[in-house]
DNA sequence: CTAGCGATCCACGTAATAAT
DNA sequence: ATTATTACGTGGATCGCTAG
């Protein structure tokens, strides 16, 4: 049992680059002898039986000892020689060979990786520690500014704002950083593009520079208002027609990492459960939902590309899709309300919220646009 | 000082099992 | 079938302590 988890995780060392495999087959000892002895083969003496020895035997001490301490022995002498044991016989076998010999370059190839890794944990300590002595600068630097500016007597709020900013990156982060890909990251499917045009505006701002962008694209549209066509698609799944549906499937993990990121509206579960209350005591005030203004929007579509649901979206996600689309200013607010209600049936709760399979938005859009007399088709 | 002894380190072998 | 990894055992070397 232990050996199957630990298997998996542990999967590989990088193998040494340097080890050359023994080329003539599973000859004896060929092609080892990383110290001194080279490849002997007439040792003696067979492995007794159970022996004694505390349980955790060598290979986890030494595994942790190898970490930190040096490659000689303490009174510093080279540490032992290598090789094969004094005392080994020949294989018996070739299976026992191979063994041996996978054996061995399995050690140093863990060896090499150990190291590696020593070595990769000073350079972030290097690392660090430059950042380190960058913020402080870049801090004092930013207090003696304030300074001047409160001298001179300008308001600095607005850079103290800014400030929020940038030490508190869950607020307004930028697409830089660590965040890169975090929906769907082994979908092809995934409809990137427009998403990342749309999230790479501030957060802070308001609809009308995210519509901007779109606008751009798209201009002279009809009289369709996406701001609110989207925030009508995205709380259409807030309010479940069919409560049965609610808590389909476990809460996401990622939802977690993003608990205490999001400034506004309600918890989807309080929604859930307003509406048994609801069905319950037939309260009407009982079914309220998220408040989502349109700069809520904006900043729930930049949100919500950090979410990794594996091939589900979230409604925010299906509105960059379908904002996303080439021939987006063909759609109507009726082709938008059809496509709001078919996903209607298929729309489930991921305990966060609503969520849906993309490849049935996809299905849906691609219905409505089919319908449509002319077009370039720019299907997904 | 030194021999004796137990604990620990260390490199290795073997077998089982998982992965390819 | 072969290779990679894990788990465990072995024996020599070394260390630290202690009694003589």
């Given at each position: 049992?232990?050996?199957?988890?630990?298997?998996?995780?542990?999967?590989?060392?990088?193998?040494?680059?340097?080890?050359?495999?023994?080329?003539?087959?599973?000859?004896?000892?060929?092609?080892?002898?990383?110290?001194?002895?080279?490849?002997?083969s007439s040792p003696?003496?067979?492995?007794?039986?159970?022996?004694?020895?505390?349980?955790?035997?060598?290979?986890?001490?030494?595994?942790?000892?190898?970490?930190?301490?040096?490659?000689?022995?303490?009174?510093?002498?080279?540490?032992?020689?290598?090789?094969?044991?004094?005392?080994?016989?020949?294989?018996?076998?070739?299976?026992?060979?191979?063994?041996?010999?996978?054996?061995?370059?399995?050690?140093e190839r863990k060896?090499?990786?150990?190291?590696?890794?020593?070595?990769?944990?000073?350079?972030?300590?290097?690392?660090?520690?430059?950042?380190?002595?960058?913020?402080?600068?870049?801090?004092?630097?930013?207090?003696?500014?304030?300074?001047?500016?409160?001298?001179?007597?300008?308001?600095?709020?607005?850079?103290?704002?800014?400030?929020?900013?940038?030490?508190?990156?869950?607020?307004?982060?930028?697409?830089?950083?660590?965040?890169?890909?975090?929906?769907?990251?082994?979908?092809?499917?995934?409809?990137?593009?427009?998403?990342?045009?749309?999230?790479?505006?501030?957060?802070?701002?308001?609809?009308?520079?995210?519509?901007?962008?779109?606008?751009?694209?798209?201009?002279?549209?009809?009289?369709?208002?996406?701001?609110?066509?989207?925030?009508?698609?995205?709380?259409?799944?807030?309010?479940?027609?069919?409560?049965?549906?609610?808590?389909?499937?476990?809460?996401?993990?990622?939802?977690?990492?993003?608990?205490?990121?999001?400034?506004?509206?309600?918890?989807?579960?309080?929604?859930?459960?307003?509406?048994?209350?609801?069905?319950?005591?037939?309260?009407?005030?009982?079914?309220?939902?998220?408040?989502?203004?349109?700069?809520?929007?904006?900043?729930?579509?930049?949100?919500?590309?950090?979410?990794?649901?594996?091939?589900?979206?979230?409604?925010?996600?299906?509105?960059?899709?379908?904002?996303?689309?080439?021939?987006?200013?063909?759609?109507?607010?009726?082709?938008?309300?059809?496509?709001?209600?078919?996903?209607?049936?298929?729309?489930?709760c991921y305990g966060?919220?609503?969520?849906?399979?993309?490849?049935?938005?996809?299905?849906?859009?691609?219905?409505?646009?089919?319908?449509?007399?002319?077009?370039?088709?720019?299907?997904?």
């Amino acid at each position: 049992m232990a050996t199957m988890t630990a298997n998996v995780g542990a999967a590989s060392y990088p193998s040494p680059p340097q080890y050359s495999p023994p080329s003539d087959k599973p000859m004896i000892d060929a092609g080892y002898e990383p110290n001194s002895m080279s490849s002997s083969s007439s040792p003696h003496a067979a492995h007794g039986g159970p022996g004694d020895k505390s349980p955790l035997s060598s290979l986890n001490l030494n595994f942790l000892k190898t970490l930190s301490e040096k490659r000689t022995t303490r009174d510093g002498n080279p540490p032992k020689r290598r090789g094969p044991k004094p005392d080994s016989k020949p294989a018996l076998t070739r299976r026992q060979e191979l063994n041996r010999q996978a054996q061995r370059t399995h050690r140093e190839r863990k060896e090499l990786y150990i190291k590696a890794l020593e070595d990769e944990v000073l350079r972030l300590k290097e690392v660090f520690s430059n950042v380190s002595q960058d913020k402080d600068k870049i801090a004092e630097e930013n207090r003696q500014l304030r300074n001047l500016l409160h001298q001179n007597g300008i308001a600095s709020s607005s850079v103290a704002a800014m400030d929020d900013v940038i030490s508190n990156p869950s607020m307004g982060y930028t697409s830089s950083g660590s965040i890169s890909g975090s929906y769907a990251p082994g979908s092809s499917s995934a409809f990137t593009p427009p998403m990342t045009s749309i999230s790479s505006l501030p957060s802070v701002a308001g609809s009308g520079q995210m519509m901007g962008g779109h606008m751009g694209q798209h201009p002279v549209q009809s009289v369709v208002d996406y701001d609110q066509a989207g925030i009508d698609f995205v709380l259409a799944y807030e309010l479940p027609v069919d409560p049965s549906k609610a808590y389909m499937s476990p809460p996401h993990q990622a939802v977690a990492e993003l608990n205490g990121e999001i400034p506004f509206g309600r918890n989807h579960s309080a929604v859930v459960d307003g509406v048994e209350s609801k069905t319950k005591r037939g309260e009407q005030q009982s079914l309220k939902t998220w408040e989502l203004s349109k700069g809520d929007l904006t900043t729930l579509l930049d949100l919500s590309k950090r979410l990794d649901l594996d091939g589900e979206i979230t409604p925010v996600m299906a509105w960059g899709m379908i904002l996303g689309h080439p021939r987006l200013t063909e759609l109507t607010r009726k082709d938008f309300e059809k496509i709001t209600d078919d996903m209607k049936d298929k729309v489930r709760c991921y305990g966060f919220g609503a969520v849906m399979e993309e490849f049935e938005v996809r299905d849906s859009l691609n219905a409505v646009l089919s319908a449509k007399p002319e077009a370039s088709l720019g299907a997904f």
